[in-house]
């Protein structure tokens, strides 16, 4: 079985402010994919990012980066330079075969960004 | 942009009624996710399909959940009969296996049994 923690159910961060959300994860595969989605008040689920377990550089798109510690079970998203839309819920998962199976969800960090 | 559709929207309905959602996924995606999301419980995922083969439904309540995709356009999600713990908003979802990376949500089904 596999399993996501996140650890912080909420964040308050001052725009323009780097943000760093935790997120740990369990699991006996060898091969798996990492993801991060965003959801804001508006419901819809958006994919950010992507790391596949044998990927060696950590993956970025844009003003997120995805700090991905394979020996201490981490991957942590990074936003850069946060924005006042960038206020949402976010979820971390994780799945099997690099992400072509079923996504394990962690319980989700809400993150208020303060102007 | 290609996109997930997931028909209705919004459902307001009574205890013991049918409610059929819908999902059309992206063309050319081969697997396709049913998640339920709610306060208590976060995303739980409730079946899904690869090829329209059924790989997972062991996340539904089979004696009154049933999932099927009767062609490679059209998922649906059915419950019969509904009960007020069935409120909760469900999401498909779609990807393609054999493509590492994301995996495409639509916009969600929101269901208020009463």
């Known amino acids: 079985a596999q399993k996501i923690t996140q650890t912080q159910p909420g964040m308050f961060v001052q725009e323009k402010e780097a943000v760093t959300l935790d997120c740990t994860y369990d699991?006996?595969?060898?091969?798996?994919?990492l993801f991060w989605y965003k959801q804001p008040s508006s419901g819809e689920m958006i994919f950010l990012i992507y790391q596949g377990s044998y990927d060696e550089q950590n993956a970025t798109e844009g003003r997120y980066s995805l700090n991905f510690q394979k020996a201490r079970k981490s991957a942590n998203l990074v936003i850069s330079a946060s924005q006042l839309g960038d206020s949402a819920m976010y979820f971390c998962?994780?799945?099997?075969?690099?992400?072509?199976?079923?996504?394990?969800f962690g319980t989700g960090t809400r993150l208020t960004i303060i102007p | 942009d290609a996109r997930v559709t997931q028909t209705p929207r919004h459902k307001v309905t009574e205890m013991g009624q049918e409610v059929t959602m819908r999902c059309q996924p992206i063309l050319g995606h081969n697997t396709v996710f049913w998640y339920r999301q709610t306060m208590m419980q976060g995303l739980e995922l409730l079946a899904y399909?690869?090829?329209?083969?059924?790989?997972?439904d062991s996340g539904m309540p089979k004696d009154r959940f049933s999932a099927e995709m009767p062609d490679a356009t059209l998922a649906t999600l059915k419950i019969q009969p509904s009960e007020p713990r069935d409120s909760a908003v469900y999401f498909c979802a779609s990807g393609y296996r054999g493509r590492t990376g994301e995996l495409f949500f639509g916009e969600g089904s929101r269901l208020t049994v009463l």
């Open positions: 998962a994780i799945a099997s075969n690099f992400g072509n199976e079923k996504l394990t």
């Open positions: 399909f690869r090829n329209r083969a059924p790989l997972d």
């Open positions: 699991t006996s595969d060898q091969s798996y994919g």
